[in-house]
């Protein structure tokens, strides 16, 4: 028993120097996102039950809780200023086979994750009334739009700006085509959108 409670607390010392969730307040902090592969590998990898409990428990809690006002976003190899719960939710999409494997509670934390979607712009054409179609990439599950999101353009050092999805189509490989209004000029391929709400989440 002692030997499971060592590792469950080796397992909380490596989330980024101890406590990147406040559980009495419900926040979360942005050392999360570096935390979640060390998470999910404890999943994947974990020798007990209750090691793979805890690490998708904070999973659960690193992608639902709100983080601190002015904290709620950060820096990622594929973009800047990314919503932390988007990003985090990025990390756990990609490792989907080591989840389903973890029962129930690791589907529901997919299912979870699939609702910070994400699109890849890579083609636009500016269309008479005003509208620009685009060729994308979408990964997880937009509710059905329209849907307010906001706009991350290479090479994302201006603040995004929130646009509005009107109509998207989206087959299984994730291959996407959308509409978009309020859209600012400059837009280019490799721009990218996540769920406006996602941004605005915060203590
Ligand atoms: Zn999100």
């Known amino acids: 028993m002692s030997t499971t409670a060592n590792e469950t607390g080796d397992a909380a010392s490596l989330l980024a120097g101890g406590g990147f969730v406040c559980d009495h307040a419900g926040m979360v902090f942005p050392a999360a996102y570096a935390a979640t592969p060390i998470l999910l590998n404890l999943v994947e990898h974990g020798q007990r039950p209750r090691i793979k409990d805890a690490a998708l428990g904070l999973l659960f809690d690193a992608l639902c809780a709100l983080p601190p006002a002015g904290h709620n976003r950060v820096d990622t190899a594929h973009g800047t200023n990314v919503p932390l719960c988007c990003a985090i939710a990025r990390r756990i999409r990609s490792r989907r086979a080591v989840l389903r494997a973890h029962g129930r509670y690791g589907r529901q934390l997919i299912a979870e994750a699939e609702l910070h979607w994400r699109l890849t712009i890579e083609e636009t054409e500016l269309q008479l009334d005003g509208t620009l179609t685009a060729i994308a990439v979408l990964e ?62 915060e203590h």
Request: with cysteine; charged share 10%.
């Open 140 to 201: 997880g599950t937009p509710l059905p739009p329209p849907a307010e999101a906001e706009l991350h353009v290479p090479p994302f050092m201006q603040p995004a700006v929130t646009v509005r999805i009107d109509a998207l189509t989206a087959d299984s490989s994730g291959a996407a085509c959308i509409q978009l209004t309020q859209t600012p000029s400059g837009i280019i391929p490799g721009s990218t959108l996540y769920p406006a709400e996602c941004g605005l989440r």
